[in-house]
Every structure is written in structure tokens, then in C-alpha cells.
């Protein structure tokens, strides 16, 4: 499956979720060579500052898991590996569930990281040998990237603000900001917010299926999502369903919200939606390099992980004041 490409999206940009961590490294040894960087990368010996960052490495990604409620054990470190003068891999493996996943974390100028897969996932995940340099996180993206008139969304889409969220239907942060702070937002005139499913489908088994099905809700019967999508968020858990299961569950909400079955079954049992969430998904991936949910990009400032509404407003870009009372001038 294309979504394969995705696999460690809780891993992603971690270090966007947990600001707070020091990842600055001892001083490096200044006598230490670097490689040439139009040869291929070389592992390099393992040194006191390459364990030291490990240990914080493994601290946020354990972290991160924990939040996430990922059930990984078994975090085994590699031979770190020179990319460049400026880039540094740190290579590990990882056990989720009854597959092993092998990720990398990469040091870039001694200030911050980035995690990307180095998965062959067509050759049953068997690790690639060679390591790319990855693509730096951009923090600024324009919503305009995005067609978001082909997606659910609360408020005017004149409206001052502009709020998108990606999101996982089976993510335990992503049902409690639903839950919290979304009605919060449907109350707020100055916001436009949209909602782009994000499903991680290797750690949410559900939640393809779930994403599918709400947008097929509003594909057929407009005006229908926002019912569809707080039933799943609030009322069906969705990390406990069988396969079964979720096809009852969905059978219940077509007839509980009269959403004309025919269509609804035609459209999920062709993934109608699939290929517009697929091309919005791959676009926040190739421009900003988090697949993490949640990720928000508020009037183009990127943040993932919870937020509240304060926070959320905090990002709004600011406009220009109005003029003081009485400063106009005065025609002759």
C-alpha cells in the first residue's frame, strides 16, 4: 500500500513535539575528518558524544511513543553514519507489534532532527542499505498548497483565519482535541477550519476505513460529516473493532443519519475519497517532513501535537491595527 511510505508518523519531527529537549551534542572532535560528501555515507565509530545523543534520542522517541500509545519495545541503536559535513544518521530499529521497523534519526547542524523511514516495503521491510539526506522541516506553509474546498470545513472561507487540521480518527490526542477544543472552534466567527483525515493506517488499523467512510458521508450527502466524524470521535472506539465490527458500526450510522446506502457502500468499497486524501497528505510529507498527527497549519505556521485554543490563536498571523479613533485626516 502507497500509505507504507508513512510507517513511523508518530516518530516524525518529535522534536517539534517536545521543544523543551535539549538535542545539542558534546563539542564534536575537531580532529575528526569529515567524509567527502559525493561518496557514499560511511559509519563512523561510535564516541562518547554519539552515545550521549543516543540516550536523548531515545528519551524523546520513547516519549513520543508513550503519547502516541504505540505499543514499540526493543529500541536497538546501529553505527551511526556521516551523511555530510553538516549531517549525521543515527540508524535503529524498533519492534511495533510483530513487525520490526527500522528508522533513522538525523543530526543536522548540531541543532535539531528529523526521523524518515529507510524501509524496502516492497520486499517484505527489509531495510534499504543506503541513507538519503533528508529534506529540512519547513515551519511556514501556505494553505493555498491545499484544495480545501474539497474537504470538510466549519465557518467562512472569507474569514480572517484559516485553520487546517490532519488527523487520525483512531489517534487518542487527535479524539481528545476533537473533543475539547474543536467545539471551541466552531464558535470562533474570525476562523475558517478545515479537517484533512491523515489516517496512519500501520499503527491505526481502523483508521483508513474510518476516514473513508466519514468523507464518503459528505460526498453523498452534504453536510453530513461533522455528524458522522464526532460519532466516531466520541462514541465508537475505534482501536477496539474487528473488521467486522466496523462494517456494523458503519451500517448503524448509515441508518441512524438516513445517508443513502447505496451510494455510501459504491463509494467506500472503491475508496472514492483515498486519492484526494492521499494528495494532501503527500503534500504537508514533501514540503514540511512531519507526518505526525495531529499536525495544524494555522494561517501557514505548522505545529503538531495538541493545542489549545490559546495556542492556536498565538499563531494566527498578525494583522495590521486598525487606526486610532479620531487619527484620520480631516478632507479641507
Not at 491523515?198 to 474510518?210: G, K
Not at 458522522?228 to 462514541?235: A, F, Q
Request: hydrophobic share 40%.
Amino acid at each position: 500500500m502507497k500509505r507504507l511510505s508513512c510507517l513511523l508518523f508518530c516518530l516524525i519531527a518529535v522534536s517539534i513535539m517536545f521543544p523543551t529537549l535539549s538535542l545539542t551534542p558534546a563539542k564534536a572532535d575537531t580532529n575528526t575528518k569529515q567524509p567527502d560528501t559525493k561518496k557514499e555515507p560511511k559509519e563512523v565509530g561510535m564516541t562518547d558524544a554519539d552515545r550521549a545523543m543516543q540516550a536523548k534520542f531515545q528519551k524523546v522517541l520513547e516519549q513520543s511513543m508513550a503519547l502516541q500509545r504505540v505499543p514499540a519495545k526493543s529500541l536497538t541503536w546501529m553505527a551511526p553514519k556521516q551523511i555530510s559535513k553538516s549531517i549525521k544518521a543515527f540508524p535503529f530499529s524498533i519492534d511495533i507489534g510483530n513487525n520490526r521497523i527500522f528508522s533513522t534519526v538525523y543530526l543536522i547542524d548540531n541543532q535539531y532532527f528529523v526521523t524518515t523511514p529507510i524501509l524496502d516495503t516492497k520486499d517484505s521491510f527489509r531495510p534499504v542499505p543506503d541513507i538519503s539526506p533528508p529534506m529540512p522541516i519547513d515551519l511556514s506553509l501556505s494553505p493555498s498548497l491545499f484544495p480545501l474546498t474539497h474537504f470538510p470545513s466549519i465557518g467562512s472561507i472569507n474569514a480572517q483565519n484559516t485553520l487546517i487540521e490532519f488527523a487520525d480518527d483512531q489517534c487518542h490526542t487527535c479524539r481528545k482535541w476533537n473533543r475539547e477544543v474543536l467545539p471551541l472552534i466552531r464558535n470562533e466567527k474570525n476562523i475558517h477550519f478545515v479537517y484533512i483525515p491523515y489516517p496512519i493506517v500501520v499503527l491505526h488499523p481502523n483508521a483508513l476505513d474510518a476516514a473513508i467512510f466519514e468523507m464518503c458521508a459528505e460526498q453523498t450527502l452534504p453536510g453530513s460529516f461533522w455528524d458522522v466524524h464526532d460519532l466516531l470521535n466520541n462514541r465508537i472506539e475505534l482501536g477496539t473493532l474487528s473488521k467486522d465490527q466496523m462494517d456494523s458500526a458503519f451500517k448503524g450510522i448509515i441508518a441512524t443519519k438516513n445517508l443513502p446506502a447505496a451510494k455510501m457502500n459504491a463509494c467506500t468499497k472503491t475508496q472514492g475519497p483515498l486519492a484526494e486524501i492521499q494528495g494532501a497528505d503527500d503534500t504537508l510529507l514533501s514540503h514540511t517532513g512531519i507526518p505526525n498527527v495531529p499536525t495544524f497549519v494555522a494561517d501557514g505556521h505548522v505545529v503538531t501535537g495538541y493545542q489549545s485554543l490559546e495556542n492556536i490563536k498565538k499563531l494566527f498571523a498578525p494583522k495590521a491595527p486598525l487606526p486610532a479613533a479620531g487619527s484620520a485626516k480631516k478632507s479641507p
